[in-house]
């Protein structure tokens, strides 16, 4: 029996490089779609993706509406590429939106474990590799210490206190998407999940473990610099009585 057969949501998967594991990618996707009995799957490919993820994902939307590619070349961030998914979700008229990494790298069968705490009345849910049930996999230990510090960092200078600030998976009700959507983001790199998790630290959110199974690419410099600037600027305005949120 299908599980959230009335339920409209969708998941937002910025697609960049992805032949290599697209097949397993979908089938494990589709089963989840097919066991749940609803939602819909908006792949963001723009001009990072180098080989055929484009072609095969065009292809897959040919043969199964359920699967919406986006093709926006005027990404120029994979920030763009995230908030480009969610904005053609939200004109879609989906109530709940979820974001999750391509390549197995987020496991699709964790997918209901989000959809029932949105249903239950939460409208922010965060995936954690770092609570019980939630573990990094095969990441090498200078990425898992670069997390769980960020994790620590972010936390003692935002006063949030989530067990997981750098996860990129996580779903949201629609009208907190609208917030988050209508004000420009500082963050240019993937600090943008803690960026958000600070800005709606006042709404209704939870954890839920997540496998995170892929090896962790390597984080840039420009990445960690701009890590740093946007925590370093929101901790400022924290400090000085002027602490932002949506």
Not at 89 to 117: C, Q, W, Y
Not at 136 to 158: A, E, F, I
């Amino acid at each position: 029996m299908s599980r959230f057969p009335n339920m409209n949501w969708a998941v937002v998967v910025p697609m960049a490089n992805e032949e290599p594991d697209f097949a397993p990618f979908v089938e494990a996707l589709t089963a989840q779609l097919d066991a749940l009995g609803s939602g819909k799957v908006y792949f963001v490919v723009d001009n990072v993706s180098k080989d055929r993820t484009l072609e095969l994902c065009r292809k897959l939307s040919a043969q199964d509406a359920r699967f919406v590619t986006i093709w926006a070349p005027e990404n120029r961030c994979v920030v763009d590429a995230y908030l480009r998914g969610y904005r053609e979700a939200l004109r879609n008229g989906h109530e709940f939106i979820l974001e999750m990494d391509a390549g197995l790298s987020h496991d699709p069968a964790t997918l209901p474990a989000f959809l029932e705490k949105l249903a239950g009345g939460y409208e922010c849910v965060f995936g954690s590799r770092f609570i019980e049930g939630g573990s990094m996999g095969d990441s090498p230990p200078k990425r898992v210490l670069l997390s769980r510090t960020g994790t620590v960092l972010s936390n003692l200078l935002l006063g949030t206190t989530l067990h997981d600030m750098t996860s990129g998976y996580q779903g949201f009700h629609r009208r907190i998407v609208e917030r988050f959507c209508e004000k420009p983001l500082l963050s240019r790199g993937h600090f943008y999940q803690t960026e958000l998790r600070y800005l709606l630290r006042r709404y209704k959110g939870v954890e839920v473990p997540i496998r995170y199974k892929a090896p962790s690419p390597r984080v840039s410099g420009g990445s960690i610099r701009n890590s740093l600037e946007t925590l370093l600027h929101f901790w400022w305005r924290r400090l000085t009585f002027r602490a932002q949120s949506l």
